[in-house]
C-alpha cells in the first residue's frame, strides 16, 4: 500500500492512528483581527478565508476525513446589512475562485444550513459545486452556512413528524439513528474536534446534536491568525484527551 505523500508531512509527535476523523471549526474573530489593524471588519473576512484555504489543505495532509466550517449562523443576518452583503458575495466569489482547484485536489463540498434563504445566485453557485464535486473521493468540506442547530433539529422534527403524519412511520422508529439521518449531517460521522478561535468558549448555535460528545478546543488566536502550526497544537490537545463517553477506564 502505498503510503500518502502528504502524510509523510505529519508532525512527528502527533500519533497517527489517532488523527480525528471529523474536525469542526467555529471560526470566529475576523471582526477583532481587523479592528486590531484598524482595517474595517470585512478586511478581517476576506483574510479569514486565507486561513480556511489552508486549514482544509493541512486537513487533507494529515488525514482528516471532513472539515466543517461555520461560515455563517442564522443569527448573522442580524449584523449591520452591509457586513452581511459583503458576506454573501464573498462566498460566492470565493466558491467560483476556488472550484477548479478544489476538483484537482479531490474534495468533495457540501453546504449545510437552510439555503433556501440565501441570495439565488449563491444557490446557484452552490448547486454547482456540490454536484460539481459530489463524486469526489478525497476529503468531506462541509461549509455551515445560514446554519443553527435549533432550526436544524427543528427541521427534522418537521420531516419526521410528516412521515408520522403520512403513516409512512410509526412513532416507534423514532430513534437516534433516524433522528441523525434528518439532519444536515446526514452520512457523517459526529465531529471529534471541535476548534473555537478568539476564546469565546460557546457553541453559538453549532451543532448541538452531533457534538454530545465531540471534544472542545478553544484557542485565543483570532481566526485570520490560525495556521497549521495552531493546528497542531489543537491536535496535540486532542490527543491528550481521555475520551470516556460516560463509561469508566
Ligand atoms: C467570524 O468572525 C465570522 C463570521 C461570523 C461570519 P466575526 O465577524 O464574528 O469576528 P468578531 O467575533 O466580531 O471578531
Ligand atoms: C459564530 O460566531 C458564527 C460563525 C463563526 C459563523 P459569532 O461571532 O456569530 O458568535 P457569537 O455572537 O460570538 O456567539
Ligand atoms: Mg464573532
Known amino acids: 500500500m502505498s503510503v500518502k505523500q502528504s502524510l509523510i508531512e505529519l508532525p512527528l509527535d502527533l500519533d497517527q492512528q489517532r ?3 471529523h474536525v469542526a471549526v467555529i471560526m470566529d474573530g475576523n471582526g477583532r483581527w481587523a479592528k486590531n489593524r484598524g482595517f474595517p471588519r470585512i478586511i478581517g473576512h476576506q483574510k ?3 486561513a480556511l484555504k489552508d486549514l482544509l489543505r493541512c486537513c487533507d495532509d494529515w488525514g482528516i476525513k471532513v472539515l466543517t466550517a461555520y461560515a455563517f449562523s442564522t443569527e448573522n443576518w442580524g449584523r449591520p446589512a452591509h457586513e452581511v452583503e459583503f458576506l454573501m458575495t464573498l462566498f460566492e466569489r470565493v466558491l467560483r475562485r476556488e472550484l477548479e482547484e478544489m476538483m484537482t485536489e479531490n474534495v468533495k463540498i457540501r453546504f449545510i444550513g437552510d439555503l433556501t434563504v440565501l441570495p439565488s445566485s449563491l444557490q446557484a453557485q452552490i448547486s454547482h459545486s456540490m454536484e460539481k464535486t459530489a463524486n469526489n473521493k478525497g476529503i468531506q468540506f462541509n461549509i455551515a452556512t445560514n446554519y443553527g442547530s435549533r432550526q436544524e433539529i427543528l427541521h427534522a422534527c418537521h420531516a419526521i413528524a ?8 410509526q412513532l416507534d422508529d423514532i430513534n437516534e439513528e433516524l433522528f441523525e439521518n434528518h439532519l444536515y449531517t446526514n452520512g457523517l ?13 460557546r457553541l453559538s448555535n453549532f ?15 483570532l481566526w485570520p491568525d490560525f495556521n497549521r502550526e495552531q493546528f497542531h497544537q489543537a491536535l496535540l490537545d486532542y490527543q491528550m484527551r481521555d475520551r470516556r463517553f460516560g463509561k469508566l477506564n
Open 19 to 21: 488523527i480525528p476523523a
Open 48 to 50: 479569514g478565508v486565507d
Open 162 to 169: 410528516s412521515l408520522v403524519k403520512d403513516n409512512q412511520i
Open 189 to 201: 460521522v459526529n465531529p471529534d474536534l471541535l476548534i473555537r478561535t478568539s476564546g469565546e468558549m
Open 207 to 221: 451543532l448541538l446534536w452531533q457534538m454530545a460528545y465531540g471534544e472542545i478546543y478553544v484557542t485565543q488566536t
